[in-house]
């Protein structure tokens, strides 16, 4: 792919000369995010998102205002961020998506098995991501601090650690091919290193975000969907264990690194 | 099963379940558990199907933090080098105009592509590496590739003093597992990403003299 017309011309005026490209790139890349943050898209998601969370709805018409993710039913200031743990009402670990299922399913009465199978962008599938947006925007600038006290919390992270290094597919690929250095990208766009903490705002820190290149709002599970598929892996499960040890993976290795969900992105 | 366990190793076992596996599990066991959840954890999608999940031995001995041992390595270098297929007619280079539009794509083997065939893949080249240095959107998972050719001396192709560049190159692009065992670069010919005449044109783009890669 060519630089598109929209970044080549935002890059055009902000660069020296072909002689200083390499550098004034990724500066030029930076400056044309920092102009898109006046006014992220994520904010219409965000208030969806808080709207959805204190409405009546479902079978059940009830809120989700009873929602336990974590840190006590409705408490959401703070929970993002210690997001994936265990939860011994369902017996598992669970990523804020999955438990978002299991309440609107518990407290709202929605089918769960048909909320996981909406594609993204549809239907309720669109309200969770929502709901994700405006959990994680209230515990911006929180640092992660992932529990690791249950022995659930502690396995997962070995399996997501194990699932991160796992090379399949066609191509060979793992999460580690393009995640587990420091300092790489592909074509111009930069790759954290994800074995560790990448720091403030990078990675696990940076999602759920605002897509402007796609117009779509992308939530930790959508970008795990679409990591998958540039992997040429088949298709995750919404919500799968896999999907949540490699949250526990992440998420713990960014122990201390501060959330800017939700963020913007390319 | 086997009938010969002896029983203070089944008492052993009981108790553990009955207390609820107090102790942590092993490693060799934490691996078993992984294996589970990732079979578990996917399902078929357009041409992407789970059997994509079934590792051949390179890909299982280098799923892991740390490289496999040395003996290892070199076994699966040594297979993946005796299963490359060398160009018919010994032609090694087509036209580095169709390898530089190949080293541009990076289409083919997702779910939402509709083929599986090399004629819709692309090499994604440029997604890790840099090539025709006019092209600034490069990656830097692999080295640099610019002036390839020019810095190994490779004039005319057909010259036995660059017979080793020319082979070692087909050999990388065919089956980079035939010269670094965990190599990051997918196994383009081996796996039946791109075919010969593809191969032939990224070896144009990388050792013909007028590619643009070699100015």
Redesign the interface.
């Known amino acids: 792919m060519k630089l598109s017309l929209g970044l080549a011309a935002a890059l055009c005026c902000l660069l020296p000369g072909p002689a200083a490209a390499q550098k004034s790139t990724a500066e030029g890349i930076a400056e044309y995010r920092r102009m898109l943050e006046d006014g992220n898209p994520a904010e219409l998601f965000e208030a969806k998102g808080e709207e959805l969370w204190k409405k009546p709805r479902g079978p059940r018409n009830a809120s989700l205002e009873g929602c336990d993710l974590g840190l006590g039913a409705g408490v959401v200031k703070g929970a993002w961020v210690q997001l994936p743990r265990y939860f011994a009402d369902t017996g598992r670990v669970q990523d804020v998506e999955s438990r978002l299922v299991s309440c609107m399913a518990t407290l709202q009465g929605f089918d769960a098995a048909q909320l996981e199978s909406t594609p993204f962008g549809r239907g309720e599938m669109a309200n969770i991501t929502s709901l994700a947006t405006w959990i994680a925007s209230e515990s911006r600038g929180m640092r992660f601090a992932l529990p690791q006290g249950h022995p659930q919390e502690r396995r997962m992270y070995e399996l997501g650690k194990r699932a991160f290094f796992f090379r399949g597919g066609p191509m060979d690929f793992s999460c580690a091919s393009c995640h587990s250095e420091d300092g790489k990208r592909i074509r111009l766009q930069e790759l954290p290193n994800l074995t560790k903490n990448p720091g403030d705002g990078v990675g696990f820190a940076a999602w759920p975000a605002y897509r402007v290149s796609n117009g779509q709002m992308w939530s930790m599970q959508l970008r795990l969907n679409d990591c998958f598929r540039q992997q040429r892996f088949p298709y995750p499960g919404f919500g799968s264990d896999l999907t949540v040890a490699l949250g526990v993976y992440m998420g713990v290795n960014a122990k201390g690194a501060a959330s800017i969900a939700p963020a913007i992105k390319r | 099963m086997n009938p010969r366990l002896p029983l203070a190793a089944i008492v052993a076992a009981t108790l553990a379940l009955a207390v609820g596996c107090a102790t942590?599990?092993s490693a060799a066991e934490?691996?078993a558990?992984?294996l589970a959840?990732?079979r578990?954890?996917?399902?078929?999608?357009g041409i992407?199907?789970?059997e994509?999940?079934?590792?051949d031995p390179?890909?299982?001995s280098?799923?892991?933090?740390q490289p496999p041992p040395p003996e290892v390595a070199r076994r699966i270098e040594a297979q993946a080098q005796a299963g490359i297929r060398w160009p018919a007619g010994g032609q090694y280079l087509g036209d580095w105009r169709e390898g530089e539009k190949l080293a541009?794509s990076?289409r083919g083997?997702?779910?939402?592509d509709a083929s599986?065939q090399p004629a819709a893949n692309g090499g994604s080249c440029?997604?890790?590496h840099q090539l025709d240095n006019k092209?600034?959107?490069?990656?830097?998972?692999g080295p640099s590739l610019w002036n390839y050719g020019k810095i190994r001396r490779v004039g005319n192709v057909a010259d036995p003093a660059s017979a080793t560049v020319v082979q070692y190159t087909w050999g990388k692009l065919w089956n980079s597992k035939a010269t670094q065992a965990c190599s990051?670069m997918?196994?383009f010919g081996h796996?039946?990403?791109l075919d010969e005449q593809q191969i032939r044109h990224l070896m144009a783009l990388l050792l013909d003299p007028k590619s643009p890669v070699n100015q």
């Open positions: 942590p599990p934490l691996d558990q992984a959840m990732i578990a954890s996917f399902r078929d999608e992407a199907k789970t994509r999940l079934r590792q390179s890909q299982s280098c799923s892991s933090d541009q990076g083997m997702t779910w939402t599986d440029y997604n890790c092209e600034l959107s490069f990656g830097t998972i990051l997918p196994r796996a039946g990403l």
